[in-house]
């Protein structure tokens, strides 16, 4: 399964407690990252994360992308809905692909926990059934 994991300044305490608290149900996932977000997730865990460019820099864009291509089975974006973001088209133009391709996207830790406990039971194996037989919208 990739998993990528986002968090806005304000919200990055909350998403290492949380990769803390599901460290178990998140190894042995493909991991990503916006850069900041993972270097803290991975100082303060054994989760191997491969980290995109910093949010304001593009690293939204780069998740994006891996959306766009069905390279993406989970988001956790804990968002601040509290504060102006200067990259405010990219996390707009993030969930809008997160929309587009059907893919689970949680903004806030209590969403990301039920998602992590969907994960742990199974409940998103789907995707990796469906994946082979899914339209490309390449083609
Ligand atoms: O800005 C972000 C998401 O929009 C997060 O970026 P960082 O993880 O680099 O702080």
Known sequence: MNIAFIAHDRKK?????FAIAYEHVFEGNNLYSTGTTGQRIMDNTKLNIHRFLSGPLGGDQQIGAL?????????????DPLMAQPHEPDITALLRLCDVHGIPVATNVASAEIMARALDRGDLSWRELVE???PRLDK
């Open 13 to 17: 305490e909350e998403i290492v407690n």
């Open 67 to 79: 959306i766009a291509q069905n390279q993406m089975d989970l988001v956790i974006f804990l968002r």
């Open 132 to 134: 082979l037989h899914r």
